[in-house]
């Protein structure tokens, strides 16, 4: 798919699985059993992590990094994280991409599932993943990631991202706007604050990256959100804001956790909104 001067690609890497009552709040679990998939013996669903680059004859953009390779077994069984796809730098090798071309990184927001594959450590030193990359996330959410509540602590691991400002390579950014060319950042804060989604446009395609205001296709519907998101009433103004204009304009949507769908379009249902179409970008 080309929108615009970039050529999209989508880069699978390992799934991973969380409780499944934690990522479907208030929603009964035969309810979200037959609209997303069923439960392990651990109560847990299966996820993913899916991310995009975006490529033009100057610049490489990634957008986020997903869980990386600096975690240890314990946690890799906790979530149920597949060690050998968790790196950035393999999988980006595995679709052709030299990650030292890389020359910018959009985070959506600082969880380690999206930002863990940001930093490494080579030579028992924890430095950038890309050397070569300028890396993008506002100000809010890295403020936020500094000093979180109890809600959302167990995502934020400081390795993850401190390294990347102490080497002057993290740009806090403030607010909505065009960061490039057919690139818009969008923040919202119900997740937790100063999360942004990113909208990559031309004059007939638009394609949004939700990240986690709707992790998987499920979320789409009006009442699923996420026992995670820090204010759940602000995530359902947010679905009633994007989403009219997701099916007006369109767009397709692109799901960074949804094991099963890549991308959607949406169209109105009883309440709010529900899929429409199923797509594979790539
Ligand atoms: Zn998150």
């Known amino acids: 798919m080309k929108i615009g001067k970039y050529n999209i690609r989508v880069i699978e890497m390992t799934n991973f699985a969380l409780d499944g009552g934690a990522m479907f709040g208030v929603i009964p679990k035969p309810l979200w059993e037959r609209t997303y998939t069923k439960a392990d013996e651990r109560n847990r669903i299966n996820m993913t992590t899916r991310l995009m680059v975006l490529e033009s004859d100057d610049k490489k953009i990634l957008i986020d ?5 600096k975690i240890n077994d314990k946690f890799a069984d906790i979530y149920g994280i597949d060690k050998s796809k968790s790196s950035v730098e393999l999988a980006l090798n595995s679709y052709g991409i030299n990650p030292d071309e890389i020359t910018d990184v959009i985070l959506t ?11 490494k450590i080579e030579n028992g030193e924890l ?4 050397k070569n990359a300028e890396y993008y996330v506002q100000e809010e959410q890295y403020k936020w990631a500094m000093n979180p509540t109890f809600k959302d602590r167990a995502s934020f691991i400081a390795d993850n991202y401190v390294p990347l400002l102490n080497n002057q390579r993290l740009n806090l950014i403030q607010g909505e706007g065009t960061l490039f060319d057919g690139i818009d950042v969008l923040p919202i804060d119900g997740h937790t604050k100063g999360m942004q989604m990113v909208k990559i446009y031309d004059d007939v395609n638009k394609l949004l990256y939700i990240t986690d205001l709707c992790p998987t296709s499920a979320h789409i519907l009006a009442p699923y959100f996420m026992g995670y998101d820090n204010f759940p009433l602000t995530v359902l103004e947010e679905k009633e804001k994007y ?15 949804d ?3 890549q991308a959607a379009k949406i169209e109105p249902a009883k309440k709010g909104f529900q899929i429409k179409e199923r ?3 790539e």
Request: avoid cysteine; charged fraction near 10%.
């Open 259 to 261: 094991a099963y769908t």
């Open 279 to 281: 797509l594979t970008i």
């Open 109 to 119: 927001h600082l969880h380690f599932d999206h930002v863990g594959g940001a930093t």
């Open 65 to 69: 990094t997903g869980i990386g390779n």
């Open 243 to 257: 989403l009219p204009l997701a099916y007006k304009d369109d767009w397709t949507i692109f799901f960074e956790h």
């Open 127 to 130: 430095i950038p993943t890309f």
